[in-house]
């Protein structure tokens, strides 16, 4: 059973430019979160998306940033005129059920770099 | 909401030294807690979970117990070696609707 898949692994934008981060959650599995991780910090929460539906964006900024989980294909989270401080790790998790208390499962992440 | 604050690293230790890594938590009722393992370049693991008060999770020699009176779930390892050198994660789910809130993280640098 291959594990979360995130592509690309590495990601370098100019300023100003849009960047697509792509997920794909184990089989199976229809809840995906996506969490960012800054230099030296943790995980924080961005968004948990269900299948076409979004459940909780409350961690997504307000501008610039979206994300979908369309019927068929991969998770997307989209950043749009992509700025300086946008440049951190991404990560993508997914679990079978919708009830936190049950494990994660992560991607290798996206590393996005905007120059 | 639920939060998470974790000893801050970094810790360098030699292999077979005893490690201990701290996590208190704040939280409502008693959500089930977990220390993720994040070895350099890569995604977080699960290390070991608990999901309630006085359980004992455990794996790869690391183990955590889940102690309310302290509200702590600190990470330990008898013996330590140089290929846990990584960033270690205590979360915990938060209140209401939202997953996993994750402490800062401990870097760990084991030295032969």
């Known amino acids: 059973n291959a594990g979360v898949m995130q592509n690309p692994r590495h990601l370098v934008r100019r300023r100003g430019q849009e960047a697509r981060l792509r997920c794909s959650p184990m089989k199976g599995h229809s809840h995906v979160y996506w969490y960012r991780q800054l230099p030296e910090e943790g995980l924080k929460f961005m968004v948990y998306?269900?299948?076409?539906?979004?459940?909780?964006e409350s961690g997504m900024p307000k501008e610039r940033f979206s994300a979908e989980f369309p019927k068929e294909g991969p998770s997307i989270l989209r950043i749009q005129q992509v700025v300086r401080g946008d440049s951190a790790a991404y990560f993508c998790a997914s679990s079978p059920l919708g009830d936190h208390s049950y494990e994660q499962y992560f991607g290798p992440g996206t590393r996005l770099t905007v120059t | 909401g639920n939060s998470v604050t974790q000893m801050e690293g970094p810790v360098t230790l030699s292999e077979e030294a005893f490690l201990t890594i701290n996590c208190t938590y704040t939280?409502?009722?008693?959500?089930?807690l977990f220390w993720y393992v994040q070895y350099p370049g890569e995604g977080l693991q699960l290390l070991l979970k608990a999901t309630k008060a006085d359980d004992k999770g455990s794996n790869k020699g690391f183990e955590a117990t889940y102690r309310k009176e302290t509200t702590s779930f600190h990470l330990e390892k008898g013996s330590v070696q140089v290929s846990d050198s990584a960033v270690y994660f205590c979360?915990?789910?938060?209140?209401?609707?939202?997953?996993?809130?994750f402490g800062k993280g401990t870097r760990l640098s084991v030295i032969a």
């Open positions: 979360a915990l789910p938060n209140s209401g609707n939202t997953p996993l809130v």
């Open positions: 998306l269900q299948k076409e539906n979004i459940i909780d």
């Open positions: 939280a409502t009722g008693y959500p089930s």
